[in-house]
């Protein structure tokens, strides 16, 4: 079966062809500014312009990558289960905006050196919960000294009238220095690359307005109970896992790593991220966590629908050599992570594809239109 699958965001209101587009307008123009870079002394590597991070080149030879993130829509539902149950997860959703910065930047080979967190509130009695501000700030900390980076500061906006309170808007930035060159990474996939998989813990950042309504739409809301036991809105707010330091002993151990993906917007599509003409075969998938399974069969979505929306367990994928795989496994079991050999590149001169061998599905590369 062969599909682009855009029904399960559509349903939820999202348009991504809409957002897409912008985004390759904007790097349109934005390749339009190249020069002002150069004549600063750095060179933009354009290879990157579209990727999960910037990359500069510096006049010593170093690259610099910097990156700008938001958590989107959940903290919607972080203030909604906090209002319901009384059960703060607000350290949990500060982790959640880090790592969405922090995975980005290590996709390039960047370990995060400095980080800006961005606060937008609708009214100032945001911050008379004093409980609330300290969990934001704990979780933002503790996702700095696990990726061994330094909190610069930030911004704290409010914004009466464009945040509707008590919601808030979290997201920031972050820069990493690639003083080693063989450590940046960037397109360079092989034939006969094999594909790996890094566990995912649920839902992550991605598909929360979708969860959102659907919460609106069962009896218990988000109370719900899942096929675990746990309650559905619970479950929605475990925190995004940090990837980079495993990143960074793989890249310790000399394995070499041909390219990078944090499986985030348009699901298992972002496999076919790069710009080579590949086809991406997976012939074993990790396991579902249990949100995910209760989401996709509550909403009724086919395995294509389910999977070009939500990470279906996968959050963090590595193509590389497949003697290295082994290396991979064991590193990342030190670490208590489990790394799963999922599947393998076949050079594609006709164009990009991703088949998933135990679902019969595939989808088309013009289905990633995001540059």
Known sequence: MTTDAESAYAKAGVNYKGIDAFKRNCQAKGRLTDDNARRRGLEPMEWSRGETAAVKRLPDGTYLATVNEGVGTKPVATGDFYKLTGWSRYKEIAQDTAAAIFNDLVAVGAQPSGTM?????????????????????????EACQTA??????????VLVDNVESPTFMLSGSAEGLIRNPRRLIKPAIEDGDAIVVLPSTGIHVNGLTAARKLADALPDGYRAKIDDGREFGAALLDATPLYGPLIENLQEAAVRIHYAVPVTGHGWRKLMRAQLDFSYVIEKLPPVPPVLQFM?????????????????????VLFVPPSDVGIIRNVAALQGM?????????????????????????YQGDSLDIR
Request: charged residues 15%.
């Open 117 to 141: 967190m961005h606060l937008a509130v609708g009214s100032s009695a945001f911050f008379d919960d004093e409980p609330r501000l300290n969990a934001l700030i704990e979780g933002w900390f």
């Open 148 to 157: 061994g980076c330094r909190w610069d500061g930030g911004e704290t906006s």
């Open 296 to 316: 996709q069969r509550v909403q009724r979505l086919t395995d294509a629908e389910a999977y070009s929306t939500y990470n279906m367990g996968a959050g963090f």
């Open 338 to 362: 489990t790394a799963m050999l999922a599947g393998r590149c076949v050079s594609s001169p006709g164009g990009k594809s991703l088949t998933i061998l135990p679902l019969n599905v595939t």
